[in-house]
């Protein structure tokens, strides 16, 4: 098997995204996609042109079967996918009002992939990566899935594969206090990070950028991608230190998915080797788009969209 660029893994959910504002109770038509941290890193750096990976467990339902379809879809493999035939596919409902953010609906207590344990991790399929990425939510959702977290980790750190970590808390599955000791102790093994100002506000009370990038360089993270909202980003490795400006977005459809599309852009740029202050243009600019329409990965552009909106190329509209 030729090397991977990236792998990742952890659950991903059937969405069902409202057709109409307002409270859930009168809301009767929904558009069904799917929804997951992961997958949308793996779905965002296939588009990219990156070769990527994603596993997790499934139900053995109709759901799970979508969400592989879906996804292999997208040209992300998912040779490494298991199926529970005990439990079922998580599903979430968004409701939405005026403002950009969407009320979530978590119904994914006891799903498949909340039994992801370390038996299910592949030895030989992280190794074949270039880089792992994890986010915080896997780990949040159980304790197995905790312990196959650290398990991954511990395989890409043993055979020279990046570790690429995306705090992302999340708490409806887990409070601070919970969170905080296992969030940090992953973020000592991190070779990319990046961490979000509200998270980091939450972990650690700070909020300066320059200072947050400072706290896991120390622990040793070799580079630092910290997310400033409709401002951009912070970018560093120790040597350049570096603000990178967003971009301008009109008319926000759905916030979900940013951040997933900001990881992948930078993870793009790192794979192409492009100079810092580049990996973070392309992170913003993937992130921007992905709020453009409406769904969590439904947004991330293909390269040459990319190049278009962030200006390196002129677009062709007929």
Request: glycine share 10%; hydrophobic share 40%.
């Amino acid at each position: 098997m030729a090397k991977m660029d990236v792998v990742t893994f952890g659950e991903t959910m059937i969405l069902f995204n409202p057709d109409n504002k307002g409270a859930l109770r009168y809301v009767h038509t929904f558009h069904k996609s799917i929804a997951g941290a992961e997958s949308n890193v793996a779905i965002a750096l296939s588009r990219l042109g990156n070769s990527t990976g994603w596993f997790s467990k499934l139900g053995d339902d109709e759901f799970g079967r979508y969400v592989t379809s879906i996804i292999r879809g997208e040209g992300v493999d998912v040779s490494r996918i298991k199926i529970d035939k005990n439990n079922n596919t998580g599903l979430l409902f968004k409701e939405r009002f005026a403002h950009a953010d969407p009320n979530i609906y978590y119904y994914r207590k006891e799903s498949a992939a909340s039994r992801l344990s370390p038996d299910d991790i592949d030895e030989g399929y992280i190794k074949n990566a270039r880089i792992l990425h994890v986010t915080g939510i896997t780990p949040a959702l159980s304790e197995k899935t905790r312990k196959a977290t650290i398990e991954a980790i511990r395989i890409a750190k043993e055979n020279g594969v990046l570790v690429s970590f995306d705090p992302n808390i999340r708490l409806k599955l887990w409070g601070v206090e919970e969170a905080r000791p296992v969030l940090l102790e992953i973020a000592k093994y991190a070779d990319i990070i990046f961490p979000g100002i509200d998270e980091v506000r939450m972990l650690l009370s700070l909020e300066d950028p320059e200072e947050i990038a400072k706290h896991f360089l120390d622990l040793g993270v070799g580079k630092v991608a910290v997310k400033l909202g409709k401002k951009g980003c912070f970018v560093t490795d120790g040597k350049e230190n570096i603000y990178v400006n967003g971009y301008a977005v009109e008319k926000m459809e759905d916030s979900v998915g940013a951040g997933d599309g900001f990881a992948a852009g930078f993870l793009a740029g790192i794979l192409r080797n492009l100079p810092l202050k580049e990996c973070g243009e392309w992170a913003n600019g993937v992130g921007a788009m992905a709020v453009l329409v409406h769904g969590d990965m439904e947004g991330f552009p293909t390269l040459r969209q990319l190049m278009e909106f962030i200006g390196r190329k002129d677009r062709v509209d007929r």
